[in-house]
């Protein structure tokens, strides 16, 4: 996690967020003091975290955690009056919102920063994993795709096909997606 945005009406809690991700290392850090702004901003710059100071001068928060939640892999972490922390937090979790009540424990808010690092890297590690995995759907498809055209138009059998693509590839040094895109490209009308 390298970049944040704080979106907090206080100036005082805004100086305490800033000192406090400058020292878990934080590059770019940026603070508002509207959700609209916030929202405008986040449509065209990603975060890796967001703390929201509730409430807002135009919202109270919750609605603009859920969205930036929902949205991607940015971790949101949700500041509240003790008086509305159970309801808040009730709502906001089941989107990954971590909900921390006012006022705000240095150490407990320190933890929180430690849980939404952990979060977030668990994430990115799942997401990569998944974009592999795609990857990976995707190459056996075409080269399943390309099976099927040397069996239809060469009449080899599956095994046949299978072990042209792999032993063309290996002698060819390419990927068996590379050679099956060039089967698709030669009969493909």
């Given at each position: 996690?390298?970049?944040?945005?704080?979106?907090?009406?206080?100036?005082?809690?805004?100086?305490?967020?800033?000192?406090?991700?400058?020292?878990?290392?934080?590059?770019?850090?940026?603070?508002?003091s509207?959700?609209?702004?916030a929202?405008?901003?986040?449509?065209t710059?990603?975060?890796?975290?967001?703390?929201?100071n509730?409430?807002?001068?135009?919202?109270?928060?919750?609605?603009?955690?859920?969205?930036?939640?929902?949205?991607?892999?940015?971790?949101?972490?949700?500041?509240?009056?003790?008086?509305?922390?159970?309801?808040?937090?009730?709502?906001?979790?089941?989107?990954?919102?971590?909900?921390?009540?006012?006022?705000?424990?240095?150490?407990?808010?320190?933890?929180?920063?430690?849980?939404?690092?952990?979060?977030?890297?668990?994430l990115?590690?799942?997401?990569?994993?998944?974009?592999?995995?795609?990857?990976?759907?995707?190459?056996?498809?075409?080269?399943?795709?390309?099976?099927?055209?040397?069996?239809?138009?060469?009449?080899?059998?599956?095994?046949?096909?299978?072990?042209y693509?792999?032993?063309?590839?290996?002698?060819?040094?390419?990927?068996?997606?590379?050679?099956?895109?060039?089967?698709l490209?030669?009969?493909?009308?």
């Amino acid at each position: 996690m390298e970049s944040a945005l704080i979106v907090s009406s206080s100036v005082k809690s805004t100086a305490y967020f800033t000192e406090i991700l400058s020292a878990a290392s934080f590059g770019q850090i940026v603070a508002l003091s509207s959700c609209a702004e916030a929202r405008r901003l986040l449509l065209t710059q990603d975060f890796d975290l967001v703390i929201i100071n509730a409430p807002l001068r135009d919202e109270t928060g919750e609605s603009l955690s859920r969205d930036i939640s929902a949205k991607g892999m940015t971790q949101v972490i949700l500041v509240v009056a003790s008086e509305h922390f159970e309801a808040v937090s009730a709502i906001c979790e089941n989107d990954g919102v971590l909900t921390i009540e006012k006022p705000i424990n240095k150490a407990l808010f320190w933890s929180a920063l430690k849980l939404a690092r952990a979060v977030h890297n668990k994430l990115a590690n799942m997401q990569a994993d998944n974009s592999k995995l795609k990857q990976r759907i995707e190459d056996i498809r075409i080269v399943d795709r390309a099976k099927c055209m040397l069996i239809s138009c060469l009449n080899m059998s599956e095994q046949e096909a299978h072990r042209y693509i792999e032993k063309t590839a290996m002698d060819m040094r390419m990927s068996k997606r590379m050679i099956a895109e060039g089967i698709l490209k030669s009969y493909e009308v």
